[in-house]
């Protein structure tokens, strides 16, 4: 056993070097954030010394530590592979669309007064993984081929939102978690009082925690896309619901994300903050009609789940939060730009609803007018 | 909009703990070989200092704490150890040793006592790494799904 594991360790310290080699390499494209390949390079040393460690201190020499040395082995693999997957690869890919979307971030976050450093954008994801954002390495990835879409882009503000959080997320949320856990101390106060079932208590501290472990997080995120892109992003999120609804997932919640119904009352709570009165009527309109075809069921006790009331609670907060780092809201924008890049997603929307036949020409041309911005 | 954010905070967090704990059992493992002549002459560069003794155990403690209350269905177990998303599965992990409990409890008692950790005590603190182990790689594999 003792063999085997020194064995296995060795090649783990080769994969790291076989990367590092490629990434010190003369095909790295010149256009890559050179701090992200350093900080990936300078990952992957520590890595290596990390393994070498091991190595050379003569623990894999003991038999009675076998235990403990698989399960350091399977941590470094690990680490290896987040550096592979999200770094690594980030790299090695980099090409003309991330060149394209590093001008684009750089003009949104010109746009929205955004102070952090320009997030790395790759498009390694895919359509059914879509947008994500890892904050702690400074991504964004999209689906290949996303320079050419502009009725998905309301969602790298949402993206941003997460790279947001990251930094302040004290001012978005810190006004409202004691708000949060009065609301549930008080339901489960009221199943004592009212002698109602027991059983309702682990279903609220389930609801509690979720809103603490992700869903927090994803209002936040929701609010803060709704607060620099407007409309736009309501739009967005309804097309994204219509894949959900395939699912019966509408009114479901899921340990990391609210339900797509609760995200949408969070989105038209912004929308009225920021005056856009009319716009959500239209919109609302729409979303009843769509709740009201595709049927999906409703949970028991859906509406202790996501109450109006704490939505509201977070959105002030959030708000309060935007206001603070100082960025700059959509109708911001507007008055300080002539071409946003939220205005040309906004009209995107306007258009593929009032002239869908035309839609392709349209935002071939409004893809054009972003180039021409950037 | 994937889960990977948060998937992501979650995995970061089980990695801390889980090195932690393996850290600290691999300190009480040699502080046991270093009890043994035979041992300690065939792994003459085996050290293990009081500072890394003190800090293993009360690691250890700290989370065996955690662990009797997560078994007992307290709600103050601690999520600065792990995410709650993870402990119900842990907990019903741990469960299926059904001796556990028991060996736990003297595990502490020799911990705080600051006496020589036995083989079954060591048996049983490798039963709540590898446990961990297992719930970690899940979680990673979860978050590399995530990614596609």
């Given at each position: 056993m003792t063999q085997f594991l020194k064995g296995i360790f060795a090649d783990q310290a080769n994969a790291a070097l076989k990367m590092l080699a490629r990434l010190k390499?003369?095909?790295?494209?010149?256009?890559?954030?050179k701090t992200f390949l350093a900080n990936t390079i300078h990952l992957l040393e520590s890595l290596y010394t990390d393994v070498m460690k091991i190595i050379q201190?003569?623990?894999?020499?003991?038999?009675?530590?076998a235990s403990s040395n698989i399960v350091r082995y399977n941590t470094f693999t690990e680490r290896l592979q987040t550096i592979e997957l999200f770094r690594y690869l980030v790299i090695i890919n980099y090409g003309e669309p991330e060149k394209y979307f590093k001008k684009k971030i750089a003009r949104i976050y010109k746009e929205i007064n955004c102070l952090q450093s320009e997030p790395i954008i790759t498009t390694i994801s895919n359509s059914e993984n879509y947008y994500w954002a890892l904050p702690s390495y400074n991504i964004i990835a999209v689906p290949t081929?996303?320079?050419?879409?502009?009725?998905?882009?309301?969602?790298m503000y949402h993206e941003i939102g997460h790279l947001l959080d990251k930094q302040h997320r004290a001012y978005f949320r810190d006004d409202f978690i004691p708000k949060l856990s009065r609301f549930y101390k008080d339901e489960e106060q009221r199943v004592v009082d009212e002698q109602r079932d027991p059983k309702l208590i682990s279903f609220y501290r389930d609801k509690h925690a979720s809103w603490l472990n992700g869903w927090i997080m994803e209002f936040t995120c929701d609010f803060i896309a709704t607060y620099l892109v407007g409309p736009a992003y309501a739009y967005t999120n309804l097309k994204i619901s219509t894949l959900s609804s395939g699912k019966d997932r509408i009114y479901a919640d899921f340990p990391s994300h609210p339900s797509d119904e609760a995200r949408m009352r969070a989105i038209f709570f912004m929308l009225h903050q920021l005056g856009f009165g009319t716009e959500v009527n239209d919109i609302n309109k729409l979303w009843q009609e769509f709740l009201k075809n595709t049927k999906n069921p409703v949970p028991h006790n859906y509406t202790f789940i996501f109450p109006q009331a704490l939505i509201e609670a977070l959105g002030q907060s959030v708000l309060q939060g935007c206001q603070k780092i100082d960025l700059f809201s959509y109708p911001d924008q507007l008055k300080k730009f002539e071409l946003p890049i939220s205005k040309i997603l906004n009209e995107a929307w306007i258009e593929v609803l009032r002239n869908s036949p035309n839609y392709k020409v349209s935002e071939e041309q409004k893809i054009l007018a972003i180039s021409k911005l950037i | 909009m994937s889960d990977i954010s948060a998937l992501s905070n979650q995995y970061d967090q089980l990695v801390d703990t889980s090195e932690k704990i393996n850290n600290s059992v691999i300190t009480f493992k040699k502080q046991n070989l270093l009890q043994d002549a035979v041992s300690k002459k065939k792994y003459p560069n085996l050290k293990v200092s009081p500072e890394e003794i003190a800090q293993a155990s009360s690691f250890l403690l700290l989370f065996l704490v955690n662990v009797f209350d997560l078994l007992r269905d307290e709600?103050?177990?601690?999520e600065k150890f792990m995410p709650l998303t993870v402990m119900d599965d842990y907990k019903t992990r741990l469960r299926k040793n059904v001796y556990l409990d028991e060996d736990l409890k003297r595990l502490q008692k020799n911990i705080q006592e600051k006496q020589q950790v036995t083989d079954d005590d060591l048996n049983a603190m490798d039963f709540l790494v590898t446990t961990l182990d297992t719930e970690r790689n899940n979680l990673f594999r979860k978050l590399k799904t995530a990614r596609g």
């Open positions: 390499g003369n095909d790295i494209n010149a256009d890559m954030d201190s003569g623990d894999l020499d003991i038999p009675t530590l081929g996303e320079e050419k879409n502009l009725l998905n882009l309301p969602d | 709600p103050n177990a601690e």
